[in-house]
């Protein structure tokens, strides 16, 4: 494991190496090498945890101002997940630096869903104890929240209903979805939609299906109400 080549990898430089060290060294290195002083990164794994759901709340709190509770919390349950944590951790090459014991590695450890998320999370932990929470936002800005925005994770928002809970602030306001047009073959279409509020004209969506098109023509309305 070389520490220097994930700092230049991140562009980040720890103040303790160690405790970068620490965040990939998975318990089955530690039981095989019990002659070092090796620890695991199951306590930072713990500390990691937190950080992470607190980021990620912070984000969608700001950033998505008009989305109820219960839809940031499914949409962050989404992004928190193991099979996201996981991916995140692969798009940074986490698993070519783990520090895994002999049994582990033969079993393919290395590309494990699991331990891919326990090491993202343990790295979150490093890097708020050496240098803050602000660092911590500051790697989630690089690295998670761009694949937010550019919907990795928009099968968790149900932007109709933010888009209805807003209006809703209002009354006698009434939301339609028209499919105001649609184009290519039967096995390949695409359906234009618009939203009216009290039959006024609104944001247009385009989605391979009629209800992705509303989708998306609900998001493209919250964000001009944003503006």
Do not use: W
Not at 74 to 101: P, T, Y
């Amino acid at each position: 494991m070389n520490v220097i080549q994930i700092e230049k990898q991140l562009d980040i430089v720890f103040h303790d190496r160690v405790l970068l060290k620490q965040a990939f060294t998975h318990s089955s290195y530690v039981n095989e090498h019990r002659e070092d002083t090796f620890s695991d990164n199951e306590r930072l794994e713990f500390l990691g945890d937190a950080v992470l759901e607190l980021s990620v709340s912070q984000y969608l709190y700001k950033k998505h101002i008009h989305m109820p509770e219960g839809e940031m919390t499914k949409l962050r349950a989404s992004i928190v997940c193991e099979a996201s944590l996981a991916n995140f951790a692969r798009d940074l090459q986490f698993g070519e630096h783990i520090l895994l014991g002999k049994g582990e590695e033969q079993t393919g450890g290395r590309d494990r869903s699991a331990l891919l998320a326990d090491v993202f999370e343990s790295f979150l932990g490093a890097l708020y104890i050496d240098q803050g929470f602000g660092q911590v936002l500051k790697f989630m800005d690089e690295h998670v929240f761009p694949k937010i925005t550019t919907g990795a994770f928009s099968h968790a928002m149900d932007y109709k209903s933010q888009l209805q809970e807003l209006v809703q602030q209002y009354k006698n306001q009434r939301i339609d979805y028209l499919i105001i047009d649609e184009k290519g073959p039967s096995h390949d279409k695409e359906f234009i939609a618009q939203v009216k509020i009290n039959e006024k004209s609104y944001e247009v969506g385009i989605g391979r299906t009629k209800k992705e098109a509303e989708q998306r023509a609900a998001k493209n309305a919250l964000d001009t109400f944003s503006e």
